[in-house]
Nanobody
Framework: QVRLVESGGGSVQAGGSLRLSCLAS?????MGWFRQAPGKEREAVAS???????NYADAVKGRYIISKVNAKNTLYLQMDSLNPEDTAMYYC????????????????????WGQGTQVTVSS
């Protein structure tokens, strides 16, 4: 089982930025970020495969950047131009059996999850 520990969440005003980090015990085909607001289903935010290809949800394109530093076993999510609709618990995820799965904007490929880090954006 992949162990994932998120950090970097917090409270910011609209227009602000945050960088989330995820320390992973190992790499899988797909690594990514999901988020879930109260009363809503968990939704995909961004993913990256082992070859470096990235995918983003339409709602965050142009504002979020997913990246990883292999030597540090760390996955990042740079979040800019935040707005109140970005408020949610953000989860790091690992899984997938093939590169094509990483582009799926669903939790289907995710096998292991972190405990989450809260992001709150005020108006």
């Amino acid at each position: 089982q992949v162990r994932l520990v998120e950090s970097g969440g917090g409270s910011v005003q609209a227009g602000g930025s945050l960088r989330l980090s995820c320390l992973a015990s190992e790499w899988t085909y797909c690594m990514g970020w999901f988020r879930q607001a109260p009363g809503k289903e968990r939704e995909a935010v961004a993913s990256i495969d082992s070859r470096g290809s990235t995918n983003y949800a339409d709602a965050v394109k142009g504002r979020y950047i997913i990246s990883k530093v292999n030597a540090k076993n760390t996955l990042y999510l740079q979040m800019d131009s935040l707005n109140p609709e970005d408020t949610a618990m953000y989860y790091c995820a690992a899984g997938g059996h093939y590169y094509s799965e990483c582009a799926l904007m669903t939790p289907d490929w995710a096998r292991d999850w972190g405990q989450g880090t809260q992001v709150t954006v005020s108006s």
